[in-house]
C-alpha cells in the first residue's frame, strides 16, 4: 500500500499558495493607493516586497523540508518572519539605518 503524504511543506504545490499570499498582500496597498494619496508605491516598491514576501515563503519551505520537528519549523518560521519585517521596515523608514532615506 503507498504511503500519502498530506504534509502541506513536503508537496511541490505549495509554492502556488505562496505566490498566491504575496499577490494577496500586494492588493492591499494597490487597493489603498486608489482611495488615499497617504499611500505611494512606485513598481519598483512592488517589485521588491513581492521579491521579499515570495522569496521569505519559499526559503521557509525549503528549509522547513529538511526539519522534521515541529517546534523547529516553528522557530524557523519566527525568525524568518522577524528578518522579513526588519527589512521591510529598514526599507520603508529605515528605522536602524538608513536604506530607507
Known sequence: MESRNTDIITQNKVILWIALATGLILLVPLVAMQFTD????TVADFV??????????????LAARRVR????????GV???AALLWIWVELAVGL??????
Do not use: D, M, Q
Open 48 to 61: 521588491v516586497i513581492a521579491v521579499l514576501l515570495f522569496g521569505t515563503g519559499l526559503i521557509f519551505v
Open 79 to 81: 525568525v524568518l518572519a
Open 69 to 76: 520537528k515541529k517546534e523547529h519549523r516553528i522557530a524557523i
Open 38 to 41: 497617504e499611500v505611494n508605491w
Open 96 to 101: 536602524f539605518t538608513s536604506w530607507g532615506s
